[in-house]
T-cell receptor, first 113, second 115 residues
Framework: AQSVTQPDIHITVSEGASLELRCNYS??????LFWYVQSPGQGLQLLLK??????LVQGIKGFEAEFKRSQSSFNLRKPSVHWSDAAEYFC???????????FGKGTRLHILP | ETGVTQTPRHLVMGMTNKKSLKCEQH?????MYWYKQSAKKPLELMFV???????ENNSVPSRFSPECPNSSHLFLHLHTLQPEDSALYLC??????????????FGPGTRLTVL
């Protein structure tokens, strides 16, 4: 069965600084990987996804993520954060034949003015 | 309306009440999901429906009873809940429930408080 770990519960960065949120997964084959964002009081919104092909994936709101098979990682990056990026971010891993997507515990991003 | 909608957005109920949460998806998807999101816990998948048939039930207490009358609507009936059931309940849908169609679209959630 697949699993996903987000090692950072909270991350604080200054507005305009770069961002990297970590995600590590465990799965025996090439997984499906997702990053979702959740603003306070809202549901989850898909930022980007990786199924196959190019390991650098571009998403909405200026985010990107890179799939690194050797490190079992799918870290989310943004070159310059905005105050509106303050939210909780969830990494998720899915399997090819399984209906379940497994979500990480989330990383809450705080932005300093 | 577009996407996935949930009503009500907020609900306060006593432990002896009976209430229902409603979810509706306007995406033409075949699968629908209920999740529970509590503070400091990962998202917990509760139920999965595919083409109105329940395909997953993750050991959820019987005080939660799902209903899927058609592929666009999903209900969660609540009765004799406990204070620890207070959480954000999220509904999601996807094109299919297996394989590459697993991308899920979420509603805004119902914030449930059990007194």
């Amino acid at each position: 069965a697949q699993s996903v770990t987000q090692p950072d519960i909270h991350i604080t960065v200054s507005e305009g600084a770069s961002l990297e949120l970590r995600c590590n997964y465990s799965y025996g084959a090439t997984p499906y990987l997702f990053w979702y964002v959740q603003s306070p009081g809202q549901g989850l919104q898909l930022l980007l996804k990786y199924f196959s092909g190019d390991t650098l994936v571009q998403g909405i709101k200026g985010f990107e993520a890179e799939f690194k098979r050797s490190q079992s990682s799918f870290n989310l990056r943004k070159p310059s954060v905005h105050w509106s990026d303050a939210a909780e971010y969830f990494c998720a891993v899915g399997a090819h034949r399984d209906d379940k997507i497994i979500f990480g515990k989330g990383t809450r991003l705080h932005i300093l003015p | 309306e577009t996407g996935v909608t949930q009503t009500p957005r907020h609900l306060v109920m006593g432990m002896t009440n009976k209430k229902s949460l409603k979810c509706e998806q306007h995406l033409g998807h075949n699968a629908m999901y209920w999740y529970k999101q509590s503070a400091k816990k990962p998202l917990e998948l509760m139920f999965v429906y595919s083409l109105e048939e329940r395909v997953e039930n993750n050991s959820v207490p019987s005080r939660f009873s799902p209903e899927c009358p058609n592929s666009s609507h999903l209900f969660l009936h609540l009765h004799t809940l406990q204070p620890e059931d207070s959480a954000l309940y999220l509904c999601a849908s996807s094109q299919d429930w297996q394989g590459s169609y697993n991308e899920q679209f979420f509603g805004p959630g119902t914030r449930l408080t059990v007194l």
